[in-house]
């Protein structure tokens, strides 16, 4: 078997490749086209989801395409059957599958068995569609030309921010995350960060100081404290994480008019408060949004079609 294209993490896609697919979010979602007629795209989800699932179906009803919905109490991934075998049955049924599970070896796995793409829609180490959506909107707001611009994140080093490092950094963008000493982004995201901001231009800093880390910062970003599966740390998690909190003393720091984001679901009072949740240079609903737009382009490359769309 001919192992198809995966997006399994975003440290797969080179920088090239990133932009190539901020290009094509930007040109389908000023012009939506419909150019996967007759294709199917099958939702595999063993964790709840609002924006993925919704975003997904929405992405492939602009390109003319289909979506099947699997929830997490129907396919019973490696428990009611073995992964390699619902791996494999999924590719008789439709042509590329996005994944939302635990850990990124069950996405790996399942991808080593699977004749079509497989798309990560979150794992418990990266969230690679959530990062173009991400910078899609920072191109939005800050220009399409990212390079030298500054993107602080404040929280745990997990799927989301590894998934933001790696692709801000493949950009040119002057990166920092803060986090607490146990909370660190995994050892192979920081030195991936840190070669792609040396390739681009780039900086990267990894730090235990939110206020280092803010500082001047033109946008700032936080997400949960406790992910999906870790429900049993949370109170834990509460207190590690208490000077880490998207608050307005905080948010001092950065930039004025610093642009805040968040990929959501948000819990006020926790990893943001809700003045600055709700503030006027929140763009956390043009991220939700563009999840739409950056999925679609990464659909239609790994189906081949992305010669098809028009600028
Ligand atoms: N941001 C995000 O992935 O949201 P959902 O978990 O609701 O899909
Ligand atoms: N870090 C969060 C992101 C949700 C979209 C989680 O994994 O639950």
């Known amino acids: 078997m001919e192992s198809p294209r995966h997006l399994l993490s975003s440290a797969q896609l080179t920088p090239e490749e990133t932009l190539y697919l901020l290009d094509l979010a930007a040109a389908l979602k000023r012009r939506p086209q419909r150019i996967l007629p007759g294709k199917h795209l ?3 989800f063993e964790k709840a989801s609002l924006r993925t699932r919704v975003s997904f179906e929405i992405a492939m009803d602009h390109l003319g395409a289909h979506t099947m919905y699997l929830d997490p109490r129907e396919v019973g991934l490696g428990e009611r ?5 619902v791996a ?38 990266e969230h690679p569609c959530q990062a173009l959506a991400d910078l899609l909107t920072l191109r939005e707001h800050l220009g399409t030309d990212l390079r030298g611009h500054s993107l602080a994140f404040v929280g745990d080093g997990n799927n989301v921010s590894t998934s933001l490092v790696i692709t801000a950094t493949a950009l040119g963008m002057d990166v920092r995350i803060a986090s607490p000493p146990r909370y660190q982004l995994p050892e192979w995201a920081l030195v991936e960060a840190q070669t792609r901001a040396r390739n ?20 700032v970003y936080t997400d949960v404290w406790t992910s999906m599966g ?43 408060t809700d003045d600055v949740f709700e503030s006027p240079t929140s763009i956390i609903f043009d991220q939700a949004e563009n999840r739409t737009w950056a999925q679609a382009a990464v659909v239609a490359f790994l189906l081949g079609a992305d010669r098809a769309i028009q600028p």
């Open 200 to 219: 681009s231009g780039g900086t990267f800093l990894a730090t235990t100081d939110p206020v280092e880390a803010v500082r001047g910062a033109e946008a």
């Open 81 to 85: 059957e073995a992964i390699r075998d």
């Open 230 to 272: 870790q429900e049993r740390e949370a109170e834990r998690r509460k207190i590690d994480f208490a000077a880490y909190q998207l608050n307005s003393a905080l948010v001092a720091h950065a930039k004025p008019g610093a642009f805040i984001m968040h990929d959501l679901p948000a819990h006020r009072g926790e990893e943001i």
């Open 42 to 44: 099958a939702l595999l």
């Open 88 to 125: 494999r049955v999924i590719a008789r049924y439709v042509d590329i599958v996005a994944v939302r599970t635990y850990g990124q070896t069950i996405i790996e796995e399942y991808a080593r068995f699977s004749s079509i793409p497989v798309i990560n829609a979150l794992t418990d180490e």
